[in-house]
C-alpha cells in the first residue's frame, strides 16, 4: 500500500545548528513533493515544492533534496532558529493526481 | 479573499447533532480540498472539487459525512450524527486548479462532539 513516513520523534536541537527532517514514500512515483510547516493551532503553510528531475532546492535557510531512487526527501533548515520551531510536513501526489497525501510531520524544537 | 477563510473556527456539539462547516476559497481557485486532522495525527484526505464537481470523495470517512460546492466558490461540508470520533481539526484548501503545484490552507474548523 502506499505509505508516506516521517519521523514521529520530536527533533530537538540547538540554535545555530541544521536541522535534518526525513520523509519516506512507498508505493509512489510522484512527479513532486512538496513541505509545509504547520504552527500549534494553524493550516499548513507551503515551503518548498521539488519536481522529480531535481535533485536540490534552496530557498533561504531551506535546503530540499529528493532521490526517487531511494524514495526520499531530505528537509534542512541551516542556522537554525526557535522561530523555526513547528511542525514540518511532507506531502507528494497521490497516483491520480488530483490530491496532495501527507505525512503525519515531525515536530521540532529549536533551543536557544 | 485574500486568504482560504473557514467558519466557525470553533463548534462544540453534542453527539447525535448535525454541524455544517464553511469554506471560501481563495478568489479564482477552481480546485478545493477539504482534509481533517486529528490531534497529533496527520492530515486526512477527505473531498477534492474541481468547480462544483467533486472527482475525488475517496476520503469521506462515512455516509454520515457530505459536503457540495455551489458556484465554484463557497464549500459546505456536513456531518450527520456526529460521534466523538469525529472530533477533529477540519482544514480546507484550494488551489488554482488541480494541476497546481501548491495548494493554500485555511486555519481550520475545529470541532468537538461532547
Known amino acids: 500500500s502506499q505509505k508516506i513516513e516521517q519521523n514521529s520523534e520530536a527533533l530537538n536541537i540547538q540554535e545555530g545548528k541544521t536541522a535534518t527532517l526525513t520523509c519516506n514514500y512507498t508505493?509512489?512515483?510522484?512527479?513532486?513533493l512538496q513541505w509545509y510547516r504547520q504552527d500549534p493551532g494553524r493550516g499548513p503553510v507551503f515551503l518548498l515544492l521539488i519536481r522529480e528531475n531535481e535533485k536540490e532546492k534552496r530557498k533561504e535557510r531551506l535546503k530540499v533534496t529528493f532521490d526517487t531512487t531511494l524514495k526520499q526527501s531530505l528537509f534542512h533548515i541551516t542556522a537554525s532558529q526557535p522561530a523555526d520551531s513547528a511542525t514540518y510536513l511532507c506531502?507528494?501526489?497521490?497516483?491520480?493526481?488530483?490530491?496532495?497525501?501527507f505525512g503525519a510531520g515531525t515536530r521540532l524544537f529549536v533551543k536557544a | 479573499g485574500a486568504g482560504v477563510s473557514q467558519s466557525p473556527s470553533n463548534k462544540v456539539t453534542e453527539k447525535g447533532k448535525d454541524v455544517e462547516l464553511r469554506c471560501d476559497p481563495i478568489s479564482g481557485h477552481t480546485a478545493l480540498y477539504w482534509y481533517r486532522q486529528s490531534l497529533g495525527q496527520g492530515l486526512e484526505f477527505l473531498i477534492y472539487f474541481q468547480g462544483n464537481s467533486a472527482p475525488d470523495k475517496s476520503g469521506l470517512p462515512s455516509d454520515r459525512f457530505s459536503a457540495e460546492r455551489t458556484g465554484g466558490s463557497v464549500s459546505t461540508l456536513t456531518i450527520q450524527r456526529t460521534q466523538q470520533e469525529d472530533s477533529a481539526v477540519y482544514l480546507c484548501?484550494?488551489?488554482?486548479?488541480?494541476?497546481?503545484?501548491?495548494?493554500?490552507f485555511g486555519e481550520g474548523s475545529w470541532l468537538t462532539v461532547v
Open positions: 508505493n509512489y512515483s510522484p512527479a513532486y
Open positions: 484548501a484550494s488551489s488554482l486548479d488541480f494541476n497546481a503545484d501548491t495548494i493554500y
Open positions: 506531502a507528494l501526489e497521490d497516483t491520480g493526481g488530483f490530491k496532495t497525501i
